[in-house]
């Protein structure tokens, strides 16, 4: 009987250490809720059930990948649809006229640049600030499809440090309004009051 519960028990365990190594990958669209599984499948919300709505193909996607991370964050307003992974800058994309779903970059990162502020224009995929490794930065790069990796983009002035989803655009959205916060691994130390502009056409702060 003790045999047979600790099967059980390692057959439990083994299903969820599984669960575990598929991140979420959940996302809103025109109204609607999509989700990636680790079945290949692309799902939508329907009333109070997930609905298969297509089968996709993974480029270049290992289940390695995804150890220590539990999401994938999507990119509002990206076209094809982009995903970084939360603590690594990994990037993915979902091709829905193509079926695929991929990964485009080449990094190699773990803990890194949790709650940094990314956005997607101009075909262009942005990310500022975050912090990881004991500390929180302000840097400013942008994902290069030709080197397959992120480019820093030299700001001037500013805050040293940036780890916060306090942000808000202006209407031509040359102007990003950033209040910060100082963390340390992931715990928050301090918090601003100063409110911080930064435009992206002179990639000046004030």
Not at 35 to 48: A, R
Not at 136 to 152: D, Q, V
């Amino acid at each position: 009987m003790k045999f047979l519960l600790n099967i059980s028990l390692f057959i439990g365990f083994s299903a969820l250490c599984e669960a575990q190594s598929w991140p979420s990958i959940e996302w809103l669209h025109s109204n609607h809720v999509y989700s990636i599984s680790g079945d290949s499948t692309l799902q939508e919300w329907s009333s109070c059930e997930w609905k298969v709505v297509d089968t996709l193909q993974f480029e270049g996607i290992e289940r390695a990948d995804f150890r220590s991370r539990m999401k994938l964050n999507y990119i509002p307003g990206s076209d094809p649809i982009h995903f970084t992974g939360e603590g690594t800058q990994q990037v993915y994309v979902l091709d829905t006229l193509a079926s695929t779903f991929k990964r485009v970059d080449k990094t190699y990162y773990r803990g890194y640049n949790f709650n940094a502020i990314q956005w997607y224009s101009n075909d262009t995929l942005f990310s500022l600030g975050g912090y990881g490794f004991w500390h929180t930065n302000a840097i400013l790069t942008y994902f290069r499809p030709e080197s397959k990796e992120w480019e820093i983009l030299p700001t001037v002035g500013g805050p040293e440090s940036i780890a916060s989803n306090l942000y808000q655009w202006d209407e031509s959205r040359l102007n990003l309004y950033v209040s910060w916060s100082s963390e340390v691994n992931g715990a928050e130390k301090e918090r601003s009051t100063k409110l911080w502009k930064l435009n992206l056409r002179s990639k000046k702060w004030r």
